[in-house]
């Protein structure tokens, strides 16, 4: 290929963790997607995408696992790709053997790898299958939590501005009570901050509201962990960069996610932002939960 190589998006993930919603959010934005593509011929179509200029040099595949020898094949197409100059992305969507129960069951339909065992039996083999490309993925997102305007607006914020400098970066507030996120790549504990949840005046309101972030900043050590991991974050995020790592998420997480990690997530936010070099989103996955 010859001139600007497209941007390749590779699509894949859990069977039921929203692929196809993915791949619509890609499509509005003006990729050109293949939907089902094997891996043996990812390269065939991204060599193609660049002869034509497809879709002002952004493509994207969904790959999925029903592929005979779906591992070996894919990790093998990426390093052909990358071996021949293509930069690659991969997106893993994954999402809670529950969660993925319950919309197999909302739709009535078997899982793939199911065969004549039960619904929980296709979903242990499909990860055993996929636990190597998760962990190679650049960008894993968990839709447990996430309706499908949510998702596509994760999708639209990590691609709608290919043009955007430097890491992009998810702030997450989350509460430790309903699990950690699995697609964390660092995690800050502020548990250790007293409990506005306790103090009945701020018990109805969120870390949003000024007087629950006036208390939570107030408290000894809030500061100095704001300090603390804005150095850190920025250590990390220039090792990314240099790695070629385009996306982070950072949850921020106490007992409930409602007070001290949406104040904290917040301030974390502003300060990466004003570090400037760097793409910022934040969000609160457990405010009004509940």
Same mark, same amino acid.
């Given at each position: 290929?010859?001139?600007?190589?497209?941007?390749?998006?590779?699509?894949?993930?859990?069977?039921?963790?929203?692929?196809?919603?993915?791949?619509?959010?890609?499509?509005?934005?003006?990729?050109?997607?293949?939907?089902?593509?094997?891996? !043996?011929?990812?390269?065939?179509?991204?060599?193609?995408?660049?002869?034509?200029?497809?879709?002002?040099?952004?493509?994207?595949?969904?790959?999925?696992?029903?592929?005979?020898?779906?591992?070996?094949?894919?990790?093998a197409a990426i390093e052909e790709l990358d071996g021949r100059g293509v930069?690659?992305?991969?997106?893993?969507?994954?999402?809670?053997?529950?969660?993925?129960?319950?919309?197999?069951?909302?739709?009535?339909?078997?899982?793939?790898?199911?065969?004549?065992?039960?619904?929980?039996?296709?979903?242990?083999?499909?990860?055993?299958?996929?636990?190597?490309?998760?962990?190679?993925?650049?960008?894993?997102?968990?839709?447990?939590?996430?309706?499908?305007?949510?998702?596509?607006?994760?999708?639209?914020?990590?691609?709608?501005?290919?043009?955007?400098? !430097?890491?992009?970066?998810?702030?997450?507030?989350?509460?430790?009570?309903?699990?950690?996120?699995?697609?964390?790549?660092?995690?800050?504990?502020?548990?250790?901050?007293?409990?506005?949840?306790?103090?009945?005046?701020?018990?109805?309101?969120?870390?949003?509201?000024?007087?629950?972030?006036?208390?939570?900043?107030?408290?000894?050590?809030?500061?100095?962990?704001?300090?603390?991991?804005?150095?850190?974050?920025?250590?990390?995020?220039?090792?990314?960069?240099?790695?070629?790592?385009?996306?982070?998420?950072?949850?921020?997480g106490c007992t409930g996610g409602k007070h001290r990690s949406v104040a904290?997530?917040?301030?974390?936010?502003?300060?990466?932002?004003?570090?400037?070099?760097?793409?910022?989103?934040?969000?609160?996955?457990?405010? !009004?939960?509940?």
């Open positions: 290929m010859s001139g600007r190589e497209p941007a390749f998006v590779i699509v894949t993930g859990m069977s039921g963790a929203g692929r196809s919603t993915a791949a619509k959010a890609l499509e509005d934005l003006g990729w050109f997607v293949i939907d089902n593509l094997p891996p !043996g011929l990812l390269f065939a179509m991204a060599e193609e995408a660049g002869r034509v200029k497809l879709a002002a040099d952004k493509v994207a595949a969904v790959v999925d696992v029903r592929s005979l020898a779906f591992t070996t094949d894919l990790n930069a690659v992305r991969v997106v893993f969507l994954e999402a809670s053997d529950e969660e993925l129960v319950r919309r197999f069951e909302n739709v009535r339909r078997p899982h793939p790898l199911q065969g004549d065992g039960r619904l929980v039996d296709g979903i242990a083999r499909e990860r055993g299958i996929l636990r190597d490309v998760r962990a190679n993925a650049d960008l894993v997102i968990d839709t447990s939590n996430l309706n499908v305007h949510e998702l596509r607006g994760k999708i639209v914020a990590f691609f709608g501005g290919e043009d955007r400098p !430097g890491l992009r970066v998810n702030v997450l507030s989350f509460g430790f009570k309903y699990g950690l996120p699995v697609d964390a790549d660092l995690v800050v504990d502020c548990r250790f901050l007293p409990n506005p949840h306790w103090v009945p005046e701020l018990r109805p309101m969120n870390g949003l509201d000024t007087p629950v972030r006036e208390y939570v900043l107030s408290q000894p050590g809030a500061k100095e962990l704001l300090d603390a991991y804005e150095e850190v974050i920025g250590i990390i995020s220039a090792g990314y960069v240099r790695e070629g790592k385009s996306y982070a998420t950072i949850a921020v904290m997530a917040e301030q974390i936010a502003g300060r990466l932002r004003d570090r400037g070099g760097m793409d910022v989103q934040v969000s609160h996955r457990d405010v !009004g939960r509940e």
